[in-house]
């Protein structure tokens, strides 16, 4: 019988399996940037684009070209302000840039670069890449789903056969090895070291409704649907449940879902900060209403207070005195789902100011694609707001 019941999330108690106490590798934020209040040690300052005015211009092309300017070299996307080792996260960033500037020749240099240091026996990433080899080459599926979704989507915007072939090779691995059914449907594992274990460990914000419908799509396979369906019934109970959706959370085989403290039910505290406010930005790019609905649903909790801090509970009380552009990205994004173009241009303008005064690999990466979600449709969505 399917249980419809989130367990813990008013309490903020979790229940933590035996199974989650498990050692697997690759598995911290580390891979997130500090929050952004001040400049992170071997941080960049180059300014982002400006508007003529002395404001950062949200332009999306013309951020996309900054972030591959400064946080590109030879290929590599390199975490200046994290002692310049890359992961497959951002390798997919880059990838998307690349797309969103329209520029083939970067994107050639990146999917070269992450072939040859990354791509495992397997098709699948590596997820760190440090001091000239990968030290952990674990993959964590929303970067191969970023990945898999940009070779598509730069296939059809440089009319180039191998990427695209090269995007529905990736996105065939990723449903064969990373994706599992329960009783909500199919669902997104976090990476291999998830797969065997049962509750399922489950980031919520790794669905991707326009990434499952572009590889859909491209390769006419139906778990790709399958997938829309049950992660948008996931994150449907997680925000009917609770105010804000937690970074981490587990889904058992018969429906329970549960928060948690981190993937392996350890570590940090039950919480929205550096992984859970992407899914906003996720769901309000969607081209399907429903899922846009989702995406405004946090917008109430999240505009009780001018400034977001960079961690919350997931009642929407702050757990930091800090602040990161990732969180004014994701209010812009649920404002503009909940039809509030102002608010949403004003924390997107707020996201954008705080990147340019503090700049971190992670916090420029999502004023880039947050404004590429929310203002275009050059990564495949259909959130055409104006800023």
């Keep these: 019988m399917r249980r419809g019941t989130i367990i813990g999330i008013a309490a903020g108690a979790v229940a933590v399996t035996a199974g989650a106490a498990v050692l697997a590798v690759g598995l911290t934020t580390s891979d ?3 929050p952004e209040t001040a400049p992170a040690p071997g941080a960049t300052s180059t300014p982002l684009p400006s508007d003529g005015n002395g404001a950062p211009e949200l332009d999306a092309p013309a951020l996309a070209a900054a972030f591959l300017d400064e946080w590109v070299e030879d290929g590599r996307v390199v975490r200046h302000d994290e002692g310049g080792d890359t992961v497959s996260e951002g390798q997919a960033y880059g990838l998307f840039a690349a797309v969103i500037a329209d520029d083939e020749q970067s994107f050639d240099e990146i999917w070269d670069w992450t ?7 397997d098709g699948l990433m590596a997820w760190r890449w440090d001091d000239g080899s990968v030290v952990d080459d674990e993959p964590a599926s929303d970067a191969d789903l970023d990945a898999a979704r940009a070779l598509v989507l730069a296939g059809d915007r440089f009319d180039r056969a191998d990427l695209r072939e090269a995007g529905v090779g990736l ?19 976090p990476g291999l070291w998830a797969a065997d274990r049962e509750p399922y460990a489950y980031n919520p914000s790794y669905a991707s409704p326009v990434a499952y419908e572009v590889l859909g799509d491209a390769t006419g396979d139906p778990r790709w649907a399958e997938l829309q369906a049950g992660s948008a019934d996931v994150t449907a109970e997680i925000l009917g449940a609770t105010d804000l959706p937690p970074d981490w959370a587990q889904v058992h085989v018969d429906g329970l879902i549960e928060p948690m403290p ?15 406010p992407r899914l906003m930005l996720r769901y309000a790019e969607s081209c399907t209403p429903d899922d846009v609905a989702l995406a405004g649903l946090p917008f109430a909790t999240l505009d009780r207070e001018e400034d977001v801090s960079s961690r919350l509970d997931l009642g929407g009380g702050p757990l930091s005195d800090e602040q990161s552009a990732l969180g004014f990205t994701a209010r812009a994004a649920s404002a503009q ?5 102002a608010a949403s241009m004003a924390d997107l303008e707020r996201a954008a100011a705080l990147s340019a005064e503090y700049p971190t690999y992670y916090g420029t990466a999502w004023v880039m ?8 449709d050059s990564l ?5 707001g104006t800023v």
């Design 337 to 341: 789902a909940s039809g509030d173009a």
């Design 171 to 189: 996105a065939t691995v990723i449903a064969d090895r990373l994706t599992v059914e329960t009783e909500r449907g199919r669902i997104l594992l």
């Design 262 to 276: 981190g993937p392996l039910g350890e570590g940090d505290p039950v919480q929205y900060a550096f992984d859970a």
């Design 380 to 384: 495949g969505g259909c959130a055409t």
């Design 32 to 34: 997130h940037a500090p």
């Design 115 to 121: 072939t040859e240091e990354l791509v495992r026996s």
């Design 369 to 376: 694609l947050a404004t590429a979600m929310l203002t275009g």
